[in-house]
């Protein structure tokens, strides 16, 4: 049966319509309907570089892995969804049986089957066929809209609270006021922080986050002639410290810094903001290889960690954070488009604005047949 269009990316810059296939599910999994669905940073990544670390687009792939949809038919052991539930979809299928899927650290299973990360197809189709358990029932008053977005607020829960510990009252610096960025500061303020501190070298995105989810914003100064990153960093992060009131211990201290922009001079200044004995987490990817202050991080024991996706309880606490209003999702979902604009929604969010200038931070794509809309 086939009656399932799909978008593909065959190779470096080049997508393609295709018809596939309808999915067949195994019985304890769902097949959703796909209504929704964002535009991730790693989805352009592989349409323009071919790949991601090791991660190497061999074969044809259907792109996508932000999305929400309606359940069109159950396998014979689910018991909690039926068809016609709106559902939430958590895009890693994990072995289960693996020690990091046993110890409650599923997203390091090495063999997870992860939407649109080679060479597994992605959500863009009008069918996905995924374990029952990774589907999550929308509350009525939430939207698939506010169910695509369920992906990018979990990589925020799972740094800001699974990773990074945060607890109420500490204060949080975020490197990089993109999409991911946005939600951490996000997950931050509804998790009660007494100070989230947005840093980013757009002035726009700072003023946007300033009204989102900030409690201050910073722009780094320019480099000086002759200085290194490291240097830039240390001067860097005196400047934030002169501007910001932040000290190196105690009140005013940095107890959380997060990076979620990648960028080399972000992670140096980010061990030099954070307190002794706070804790840096990586969520942002840039150059596989940087210089690092390992001396500073080792004198100040600061507990640095990487973030990865996002594991258990994560999407749990997302939906619960957007579905009583502590977290705000709509306000990030800039531009919409139809299933049959999939390209130039693509092009759009390459480009960093649509046509009439206005800044992309979240594009989402509807599903086959669904009015751009009907949100």
């Known amino acids: 049966m086939s009656n399932n269009p799909s978008f ?13 296939p309808v999915p067949t599910i195994k019985d304890d999994e769902v097949l959703v309907e796909v209504k929704k669905t964002g535009i991730c940073g790693s989805d352009v990544h592989f349409l323009v570089h071919g790949r991601i670390g090791d991660f190497i687009v061999e074969n044809p792939m259907v792109l996508g892995h932000e999305s929400a949809g309606i359940v069109n038919k159950v396998g014979s052991k689910v018991k909690h969804l039926k068809a016609g539930d709106r559902v939430a979809m958590e895009p890693g299928a994990t072995c289960r049986v693996c020690d990091a899927c046993k110890t409650g650290r599923y997203e390091l299973c090495p063999d997870i089957i992860f939407a649109a990360t080679p060479p597994h197809d992605g959500t863009l189709a009008r069918y996905y066929p995924i374990p029952a358990d990774l589907c999550y029932k929308l ?29 109420a009252g500490q204060s949080v610096v975020i490197f990089g006021a993109g999409p991911v960025g946005l939600l951490c500061m996000a997950v931050a303020k509804a998790l009660g922080a007494s100070r989230v501190i947005a840093v980013d070298i757009v002035q726009s995105r700072l003023d946007f986050a300033k009204t989102y989810a900030a409690t201050d914003i910073y722009v780094p100064p320019p480099f000086a002639p002759g200085e290194t990153k490291i240097q830039y960093s240390e001067r860097n992060a005196k400047t934030m410290r002169e501007q910001l009131g932040i000290t190196e211990r105690g009140l005013g201290s940095i107890d959380l810094v997060l990076d979620a922009s990648g960028a080399e001079v972000s992670i140096q200044t980010g061990v030099f903001i954070v307190k002794h004995g706070g804790t840096f987490v990586q969520v942002g990817m840039g150059a596989p290889e940087i210089t690092f202050p390992v001396t500073t991080m080792l004198v100040k024991e600061v507990n640095f960690k990487g973030s990865f996706r996002y594991g258990p309880g994560d999407y749990q606490l997302s939906v619960g954070l957007a579905s009583q209003g502590r977290v705000d999702l709509k306000s990030l979902i800039t531009h919409r488009f139809t299933f049959e604009q999939a390209v130039e929604a693509f092009a759009i969010n390459r480009a960093g604005k649509s046509e009439d200038g206005k800044p992309v931070i979240k594009a989402i794509i509807s599903g086959p047949d669904v009015s751009v809309n009907d949100h």
Do not use: C
Not at 152 to 167: A, D, K, M, Q, T
């Open 139 to 167: 509350p009525d008053h939430l939207t698939l809209e506010d169910g695509a977005m369920m992906e990018p607020l979990s990589v925020g829960v799972h740094s800001v609270y699974n990773i990074g510990g945060l607890r």
């Open 8 to 20: 593909v990316l065959q190779g470096i810059e080049k997508v393609v319509f295709e018809e596939r």
